[in-house]
C-alpha cells in the first residue's frame, strides 16, 4: 500500500522539545524538531508516528488523539491525524488546526505544515517551493527527502520521486517507508525487477509488519500474477487482519481472475469487519467499482446512494457532491445523460449553497465543466463541449498545476476524438494522465481510427492489463480494453 497520497511522508524526527531554528542555515544535526509542551504528548506522537510508518491508520490515529488530549496545541500531531482523516470535512479542519498552532513551532515543522497546507487546496508550485525550502533546513533528514518524493509522485515525476526516496534510503538504510516508496516510484516508471528489489528489502527491514507484503503484492497483481498476489495479500492479513489494503488487493484479485461472486464476498466481509467510517467509505467505493466491473449499473447506483447518506450524516458536504458526482458518472457511462445532468446540476447547487473555501469550490467548478463537455459531446454538440474545455483551461490557467492541466489536455483530447480528428486526440491525450487506464484506452481508440494497428494494440494492451487497485475508470473500460485486444 502506498502511503496517503493528500500529505504522504508526514512523519518527521522527533528532537528536543521547543528547539527552533531559521531557515536560513540548516539545523545542527538536519533534522527536523519536533514541538510540544507535553512529554505523554510526545510519547503518543511517537507511538501514532511508529504507527504511521507501518502505514497501520487506525490505531495511529488513537494515539494521534491522545497526543492532541496532552498538548492541544501540538501542532504536528494535527497534521498526522488529517492524514489519517476519514472523510474531507475531517481533514480539511485537522489542517486548519495545524495552521492555527504553526506560528509556535520550528521553521522545519511550519514549512511541513504550509506544504501540507498548500497541497489541501492544490497549489502545487507553492508544495514544491516550501518542501524545496525544507531540504536546503534539514538536509540530513530522510523524512524530509521521502515528502519531496512523494511531491514528485504526485505530479508524476516518478524519475524525481525516486532519486528523493534513493536519498532518504541513503541517509537511513533502516528507514523502512522509503524503500516502500521507491518500490511504488520504480513500478510506475515501468522497472519491476528494481521495484521488487526495493520492496523485498522492505520486507526485509520488517517482516512482522503487513504492508511490505501488501505492497509487494501489488506490484505482481500489476503484473498479473493474481494468485501469487492473493498469497502475499494473505500474508499480510496474517500479520495483521484488519490490514484493509490487503483486503481490497484480494477481491481485486479475484475480480481480475473472473471470480466475480468471490471478490463480492470479499468486499462484504471487509464492509463488515470495518473499524471507523473511512474503512466503511472505502468499501463501499470498492462495491461500486466491483458492480460497474461486472455490468451491475442498479447496484453501483445503490452503492452510491449509501455513500451519500453517511456523508450526509456526517455533513461533509465535499462528500456528498463526490457521491452524487460517481453516481452521475456512472449513468452517463449507461448512457442516461438526462439523469447524469440533473445529478452535475444538483452537485452544483450543494456546493455553491455551500461554506466550502473557494479552492475547494473551484474543483467542483472545473469538474462540471468536464462534465457538461462529455453530456455535450453525447449530444453531439462539438461546439458547446469546445466552449466548456474554454472555461475550463480559463479556470486552470487562473491557478494552473500539473494535474490540471492534464485535465485539460484530457478534454481536449476526448473532443479531438470525438470529431475523429485522430492525430490531435492523440496529441493531447499523450499529454493526459497516463496512470489512468482509461486515457489508454481512449488513445487505443485514437490510433485504432487512424489505421494504425500496432499502436491500437498496444495501448489496448496496456489498458487491459493495467490491473489497478480499486477504480472506477477501470472497470468501466477493461472488459472493452480486452475485447479490442482480441480483436487485434
Excluded at 387 to 411: C, F, S, T, Y
Aim: hydrophobic share 40%; with cysteine.
Amino acid at each position: 500500500m502506498k502511503k496517503c497520497e493528500w500529505i504522504s511522508g508526514l512523519v518527521v524526527s522527533a528532537v528536543v522539545a521547543g528547539s527552533l531554528f531559521g531557515c536560513s542555515k540548516p539545523a545542527d544535526d538536519g533534522k527536523i524538531p519536533i514541538t510540544t509542551k507535553s512529554d505523554e504528548a510526545r510519547k503518543e506522537y511517537m507511538l501514532g508516528r511508529d504507527q504511521t510508518d507501518r502505514l497501520q491508520t487506525h490505531e495511529a490515529n488513537g494515539h494521534y488523539d491522545k497526543a492532541i488530549a496532552a498538548d492541544t496545541g501540538f501542532a504536528m500531531a494535527y497534521i498526522q491525524r488529517a492524514a489519517g482523516s476519514g472523510s474531507t470535512a475531517e481533514f480539511m479542519g485537522y489542517i486548519g488546526k495545524a495552521v492555527s498552532h504553526a506560528g509556535a513551532v520550528s521553521e522545519g515543522e511550519r514549512l511541513v505544515i504550509l506544504a501540507a497546507e498548500a497541497g489541501s487546496v492544490g497549489d502545487v508550485a507553492k508544495r514544491k517551493e516550501l518542501l524545496d525550502k525544507l531540504i536546503a533546513a534539514c538536509p540530513k533528514d530522510e523524512r524530509a527527502h521521502d515528502l519531496l518524493g512523494n511531491h514528485y509522485n504526485n505530479v508524476q515525476d516518478f524519475a524525481g520521486a525516486a532519486r528523493e526516496f534513493k536519498a532518504a534510503t541513503e541517509l537511513a538504510p533502516a528507514y523502512s517507508p522509503a524503500y516502500n516508496s521507491l518500490g511504488y516510484a520504480n513500478r510506475s516508471l515501468g522497472k519491476y525487477p528494481e521495484a521488487e528489489q526495493a520492496f523485498k528489502k522492505y520486507i526485509e527491514l520488517v517482516p512482522g509488519d503487513p504492508n511490505p507484503y501488501d505492497s509487494y503484492a501489488e506490484l505482481l497483481l500489476k503484473e498479473g500474477k493474481f494468485d501469487q498476489s492473493i498469497e502475499n495479500y494473505t500474508m499480510a492479513l496474517a500479520k495483521d487482519p484488519n490490514f484493509i489494503s490487503s483486503k481490497q488487493g484480494i477481491a481485486c484479485g479475484h475480480l481480475y481472475m473472473g471470480k466475480h461472486d468471490e471478490a463480492e464476498a470479499d468486499l462484504h466481509e471487509m464492509l463488515a469487519s470495518a473499524r471507523d467510517d473511512g474503512e466503511r467509505g472505502l468499501a463501499r467505493f470498492d462495491m461500486v467499482v466491483l458492480h460497474v466491473d461486472g455490468g451491475n449499473t442498479a447496484l453501483a447506483l445503490q452503492d452510491c446512494d449509501s455513500a451519500y447518506a453517511t456523508a450526509e450524516k456526517q455533513n461533509d458536504v465535499s462528500d456528498m457532491a463526490g457521491a452524487l458526482d460517481m453516481k452521475g458518472i456512472i449513468l452517463e457511462e449507461a448512457g442516461k445523460y438526462a439523469e447524469a445532468k440533473e445529478l452535475y446540476d444538483r452537485e452544483m447547487k450543494l456546493i455553491e449553497s455551500s461554506n466550502l473555501a473557494g479552492e475547494r469550490k473551484e474543483t467542483f467548478v472545473r469538474t462540471h465543466h468536464v462534465h457538461s463537455a462529455t453530456l455535450a459531446l453525447a449530444a453531439k454538440n462539438l461546439n458547446e463541449a469546445k466552449a466548456h474545455a474554454g472555461e475550463l483551461e480559463k479556470v486552470v490557467a487562473a491557478r494552473p498545476n500539473p494535474a490540471r492541466v492534464r485535465g485539460v489536455h484530457e478534454l481536449n483530447g476526448r473532443i479531438a476524438l470525438s470529431a475523429k480528428e485522430y492525430d490531435k486526440a492523440i496529441g493531447e491525450l499523450e499529454k493526459s494522465n497516463l496512470e489512468d487506464p482509461y486515457n489508454l484506452y481512449r488513445l487505443a481508440l485514437a490510433y485504432s481510427g487512424k489505421g494504425d494497428a500496432a499502436n491500437a494494440k498496444e495501448y489496448s494492451a496496456r489498458a487491459a492489463h493495467f490491473y489497478p487497485t480499486p477504480d472506477l475508470g477501470y472497470a468501466f473500460i477493461r472488459l472493452k480494453a480486452g475485447k479490442m485486444l482480441a480483436a487485434k
